[in-house]
Nanobody, 124 residues
Framework: QVQLVESGGGLVQAGGSLRLSCAAS????????MGWFRQASGKEREFVAA???????YYADSVKGRFIISRDNVKNTVYLQMHSLKPEDTAVYYC??????????????????WGQGTQVTVSS
């Protein structure tokens, strides 16, 4: 069982930056791939970024060049640094652990554990 707790969301103006954190329980965090998803009001949850246990990364086209995913295996935490935020980035952001390691999946059903989410609101 893995527990995930997101933090760092808030209200920011367009063009601003935020850093989200996801703290994970468990002593084997350094063996997990990790992903970030987001869900805007009235829309389906969508993939944002993923990082492998050896820190390979993959991004959705919509955030490539603006968002950076990273991890700190000592702190059992994965981060999502978001720059040049746009109103369309407004959503609840979730971190998640995939069912298996090594593929960095983008489909929701490929993920097993989820956090409770943190709200990001970008004003225009």
């Amino acid at each position: 069982q893995v527990q995930l707790v997101e933090s760092g969301g808030g209200l920011v103006q367009a063009g601003g930056s935020l850093r989200l954190s996801c703290a994970a329980s468990g002593r084997t965090f350094n063996r997990y791939d990790m992903g970030w998803f987001r869900q805007a009001s009235g829309k389906e949850r969508e993939f944002v970024a993923a990082i492998s246990w050896i820190s390979a990364t993959y991004y959705a086209d919509s955030v490539k060049g603006r968002f950076i995913i990273s991890r700190d295996n000592v702190k059992n935490t994965v981060y999502l640094q978001m720059h040049s935020l746009k109103p369309e980035d407004t959503a609840v952001y979730y971190c998640a652990v995939p069912l298996s390691r090594g593929r960095l999946p983008v489909e929701i059903n490929e993920y097993r554990y989820w956090g409770q989410g943190t709200q990001v609101t970008v004003s225009s």
